[in-house]
């Protein structure tokens, strides 16, 4: 009688099972879970866990990535390796805008991930995301960029740029884990899901990550100009833009100033539109936001606004968003 042939396991897998497994090989070690205890936590009950997430070791001397909603408005930050110690976490920065934190833990033999490059991703290109969705440690999903270039709003009401959508299955408890490419370099940070949405998921792009932490590393936050208005988006007639021969289709129309604010000093009104900023043009709000830089803080910005039939333009003092 002839037995049957024992098949390898290189054999059983597939090149896709191998991409995957590979790519967790190198990530995983790296892949951190994240509980917070919250400062608004009932009394006599603020070491009991108010949430949770994932989170990546970047740098060997204990810094980690997570998503800002994660462990905002925490008094506590408790992180658990991938080989089972539990450490206590500082957070070193966080930013709101693009859903981001750092936190720092003392840890000897930690493995930190490579960074990619997100701006080479193409649709369709296979990604893993690795996490602690509702506590169960370590869960892996895959799938592929389903779409580039897409903007998500974060809870702050900034628009975050360039965001990656996937379909590699993501679910509360994700948040702040990596996502990664075949070869395990890690080419954004998961960030959010749309609820009742079936394979729609969203990830940071590393390209911005990268760009904000210097600011993080250094001052906890990352400095944005301040005008001291508030707007809204509005359509211009035709006849407007013709006349003032603008080559755009929309406004920022001021709705209110702030009594102390730059703005208000410089002579902008209620109901004036800002076309331009400093001779960029501005459509939206969110162009207004993606020019109040850190590099704008401190400078006299050139603001066109259309007041009554005349364009106007004003010199205004661009303070630091406190």
Not at 4 to 9: A, E, N, V
Not at 18 to 46: L, N, Q
Not at 293 to 304: F, M, V
Request: net charge neutral; aromatic share 4%; with cysteine.
């Amino acid at each position: 009688m002839s037995l049957p042939l024992l098949i390898s396991t290189d054999q059983l897998l597939d090149d896709y099972s191998r991409a995957v497994t590979r790519a967790v090989d190198v990530v995983a070690p790296s892949v951190v879970s994240v509980e917070v205890s919250r400062k608004d936590a009932p009394r006599g009950r603020s070491d009991q866990p108010a949430g949770a997430g994932s989170g990546f070791v970047f740098a060997s001397d204990g810094l980690i990535l997570t998503n800002s909603h994660v462990v905002e408005g925490s008094n506590k930050v408790q992180v658990a390796l991938p080989d089972g110690r539990d450490c206590e976490a500082d957070v070193v920065g966080q930013d709101p805008d693009t859903d981001i934190a750092v936190l720092r833990i003392t840890a000897p033999d930690l493995v930190p991930v490579v960074f990619g490059d997100s701006r080479s991703l193409r649709a369709g290109q296979l990604v893993i995301a690795i996490g602690n969705p509702y506590g169960f440690h370590h869960t892996v999903t895959a799938g592929v960029v389903s779409a580039l270039g897409r903007s998500l709003r974060s809870r702050s009401g900034r628009l975050i740029d360039q965001v990656i959508q996937t379909d590699a299955a993501l679910n509360p408890g994700n948040s702040g884990g990596p996502l990664v490419t075949s070869d395990g370099a890690v080419v954004g940070v998961n960030t959010a899901i749309i609820a009742g949405g079936q394979g729609l998921s969203f990830a940071v792009p590393i390209s911005a990550v990268v760009a904000i932490l210097p600011a993080l590393l250094r001052d906890g936050r990352v400095r944005r100009g301040y005008l001291g208005i508030a707007g809204q988006n509005v359509p211009l007639l035709r006849r407007v833009t013709r006349f003032h021969r603008l080559d755009q289709a929309s406004a920022v129309l001021i709705i209110s100033l702030e009594a102390d604010g730059p703005a208000i000093a410089a002579g902008l009104r209620d109901g004036d539109l800002i076309v331009s900023f400093d001779g960029v043009r501005v459509e939206n709000l969110d162009d207004l936001h993606r020019l109040l830089t850190e590099a704008s803080i401190g400078t006299t910005a050139r603001i066109a606004v259309l007041r009554g039939t005349g364009r106007l333009d004003l010199q205004v003092p661009v303070r630091e968003r406190t």
